[in-house]
């Protein structure tokens, strides 16, 4: 079974710090990508940054990074000065090649002016 | 470019009544698919069609119905509404980026009420 586990339903940072939001996943595949997505007030889901499993390097788009240990199964998001813009719910997801995306439950961040 | 539109933003229906959610996406995607979104359950995968004319279930395919006449086209149904289908909708579509990664897009996304 896949599986995607967020274990911080809600988090908090104060704008300009830098805030950690973890994820945990399960699947017998070997080959997969992981992914973060954004959901801002307006509903909207917004993809954020992608990592392929095949690639040991971490992904980073702008102010924002993965850590991906491929091991122990885990894919955390890293958001540098945070921004009132910021403040979201944030879900991990992964598929397996195929189009399906398999969702954790979300973190809601919120920055702190 | 328009990406994928949902329509109606939001709709209250009777228990027993039926309606159409609809989904049209303008990137010639040939992977369609809608979620639902509950709280603390993050998004659930309803049906998905991977071509015109090819549909399949997913997680949660109970009380819905699709069909995929158009490659743009992927309608929503609900046969007879019930109050455990209160929930935000979701439509996507996908492409295969260089890597090989299925990247999905959303659509806005439609909050369904029924009473």
């Known amino acids: 079974a896949q599986t995607v586990t967020q274990s911080q339903p809600e988090m908090s940072v104060q704008e300009a710090e830098t805030v950690t939001l973890s994820c945990t996943y399960d699947?017998?595949?070997?080959?997969?990508?992981l992914f973060w997505y954004k959901q801002p007030p307006s509903r909207q889901m917004i993809l954020v940054i992608r990592?392929?499993?095949?690639?040991?390097q971490n992904a980073t788009e702008n102010r924002f990074s993965v850590n991906f240990q491929k091991a122990a199964k885990s894919f955390s998001l890293k958001i540098s000065d945070s921004q009132l813009g910021d403040t979201a719910m944030y879900f991990c997801?992964?598929?397996?090649?195929?189009?399906?995306?398999?969702f954790g439950t979300g973190t809601r961040l919120t920055v702190i002016p | 470019n328009a990406g994928v539109t949902q329509t109606p933003k939001f709709q209250v229906l009777k228990t027993g009544q039926s309606m159409t959610l609809q989904c049209a996406q303008d990137?010639?995607?040939?992977?369609m698919s809608w979620y639902r979104q509950d709280p603390g359950m993050g998004l659930r995968l309803i049906h998905y069609?991977?071509?015109?004319?090819?549909?399949d279930q997913g997680e949660v395919p109970n009380g819905y119905n699709v069909s995929r006449s158009t490659t743009e086209d992927f309608p929503l149904r609900l046969l007879s509404a019930a109050p455990s289908q209160t929930s935000v909708y979701f439509c996507?579509?996908?492409?295969?980026?260089?890597?090989?990664?299925?990247?999905?897009?959303f659509g806005a996304g439609s909050r369904l009420t029924v009473l």
């Open positions: 996507a579509s996908s492409y295969s980026s260089a890597s090989g990664a299925n990247v999905l897009t």
């Open positions: 699947t017998s595949e070997n080959n997969y990508y």
């Open positions: 990592q392929e499993a095949y690639k040991q």
């Open positions: 997801a992964f598929n397996t090649g195929a189009n399906n995306l398999f």
């Open positions: 990137m010639n995607h040939e992977y």
């Open positions: 069609s991977v071509g015109a004319g090819i549909t």
